[in-house]
């Protein structure tokens, strides 16, 4: 597995873009009730504010924050995923590596792409960066 350089702020305020493997598909729009019922059960298990969520066919956007002391951003995703991804019908294309790992072949990354093509480098997110506070906080 990857050893990112990731900031990592407990308690701190994380933007996410999230892809399906298929950009041409539907699929989040389709299954609007599995994904919801995915963040809900994830949000019981392992607690974060939603500051601002978007939906779109083949992607999303969020702006999530953390509860103070806590920084684990990257497990609440794969719970997400995972739940949603077992709670829709397997309808895409599985290759034989991904059957073999018992992946389903719904979700997508272009970090290692855009890494190859030098638009990132390797170590982007291991900046030592200031805080800073943007947006407005409801409540």
Known sequence: MSNYRRNRIPGGTCFFTVNLLDRQSQLLVKHITELREAVRITRQQQPFYIDAWVVLPDH???????????????????????????????????????????????????????VKKGIYSSDWASLNMTSIEVGERLG
Do not use: M, Q
């Open 60 to 114: 999303l956007h969020c702006i999530w924050t953390l509860p103070p002391n806590d920084h684990d951003y990257s497990n609440r995703w794969r719970s997400i995923k995972k739940a949603f991804s077992k709670s829709i019908p397997k309808t895409e294309y599985l290759s034989p590596i991904r059957v073999k790992r018992h992946e389903r072949g719904t979700w997508y990354s272009t970090f290692h792409r855009l």
